[in-house]
Antibody, heavy 123, light 107 residues
């Protein structure tokens, strides 16, 4: 059974930093593309970024609102995905979900999701 | 940038058929994926690649995509289907995009 368990959320002041973790199990993590998706309170889903498997280059890509401030990384030896968030803004307040990424006919989707961790940016 | 448009809400009586649309310019040329999110829970994939269902998703959930509209159809709606539903597209030429979400109310 695929399990994704996020941790590291909490309250942080504007301009501060936070690192989220996502512990993965039930699949071969090193082969998986992974992503972070967030949801502001009462709002819809917003993609944050993606990291490919090392086999596929291990490269990252980010949504415009977080580019230059957020960094996604992975430790395949620990089956763990990370999201380093710097220069946080109040508009970054959201539940952050860790997801697996699946490819089908050159289209991609999020097939498994963690339960999410809440990040609140407030003074 | 590409925009996906969903109706904010859809209401349906139990046992009836719910249709949730997702509009986008020539969306029929893209693969559309659908997620169900119940209150306080993480999203769950219910349809991928326009019309395929992951294992464990009831056959009552189906999808179609043509022209400028993709549609998620839920047959024989149950009270447990009440949730927010999101469409999503993502191909190699763009970043992932979600629709704004549709709240399905079972009357």
């Amino acid at each position: 059974e695929v399990q994704l368990v996020e941790s590291g959320g909490g309250l942080v002041k504007p301009g501060g930093s936070l690192r989220l973790s996502c512990a993965a199990s039930g699949f071969t993590f090193s082969n998986a593309w992974m992503s972070w998706v967030r949801q502001a309170p009462g709002k819809g889903l917003e993609w944050v970024g993606r990291i490919k498997s090392k086999t596929d280059g291990g490269t990252t890509d980010y949504a415009a609102p977080v580019k230059g401030r957020f960094t996604i990384s992975r430790d395949d030896s620990k089956n763990t995905l990370y999201l380093q968030m710097n220069s946080l803004k109040t508009e970054d307040t959201a539940v952050y979900y860790c997801t697996t990424v699946q490819e089908y006919s050159s289209s991609y989707y999020f097939d498994y999701w963690g339960q999410g961790t809440l990040v609140t940016v407030s003074s | 940038s590409y925009v996906l448009t969903q109706p904010p809400s859809v209401s349906v009586a139990p046992g009836q058929t719910a249709r949730i649309t997702c509009g986008g310019n020539n969306i029929g040329s893209k693969s559309v994926h659908w997620y169900q999110q119940k209150p306080g829970q993480a999203p769950v994939l219910v349809v991928y690649d326009d019309s395929d269902r992951p294992s464990g998703i009831p056959e009552r959930f189906s999808g179609s995509n043509s022209g400028n509209t993709a549609t998620l159809t839920i047959s024989r709606v149950e009270a447990g289907d009440e949730a927010d539903y999101y469409c999503q597209v993502w191909d190699s030429s763009s970043d992932p995009i979600f629709g704004g979400g549709t709240k399905l109310t079972v009357l």
